[in-house]
Nanobody, 122 residues
Framework: QVQLVESGGGLVQAGGSLRLSCAAS????????MAWFRQAPGKEREFVAG????????YYADSVKGRITISRDNAKNTVYLQMNSLKPEDTAVYYC???????????????WGQGTQVTVSS
């Protein structure tokens, strides 16, 4: 079993930055693809960014390209989401997720965190 705990969410003004962290425990996630999803009120959960097990490949939703960067530190069993130039439409609960090896943009992940709220004010 893998437990994922997100942190770093909060309230920020439009144009600001936040860095989310996702700490994994229970077992190493070095061989897992990791991803961030988000869900705004009344909307479906959507893919934001993903990174494969080796960090060679990263994937981003079109809506966040150029503003958000995903990275991982396998030594710390942690994944990060650096979010810059935030917009009010980025407001959502952000979830960390893990699955074996390969990033997919659908919510077909084995493990999920409890989520962290990001609110961007205009």
């Amino acid at each position: 079993q893998v437990q994922l705990v997100e942190s770093g969410g909060g309230l920020v003004q439009a144009g600001g930055s936040l860095r989310l962290s996702c700490a994994a425990s229970g077992r190493s996630v070095n061989n897992y693809a990791m991803a961030w999803f988000r869900q705004a009120p009344g909307k479906e959960r959507e893919f934001v960014a993903g990174i494969n097990w080796s960090s060679v490949n990263t994937y981003y939703a079109d809506s966040v390209k150029g503003r958000i960067t995903i990275s991982r530190d396998n030594a710390k069993n942690t994944v990060y989401l650096q979010m810059n130039s935030l917009k009010p439409e980025d407001t959502a609960v952000y979830y960390c997720a893990a699955r074996w090896m390969v990033v997919v943009t659908t919510p077909n992940y084995y493990y999920w965190g409890q989520g962290t709220q990001v609110t961007v004010s205009s």
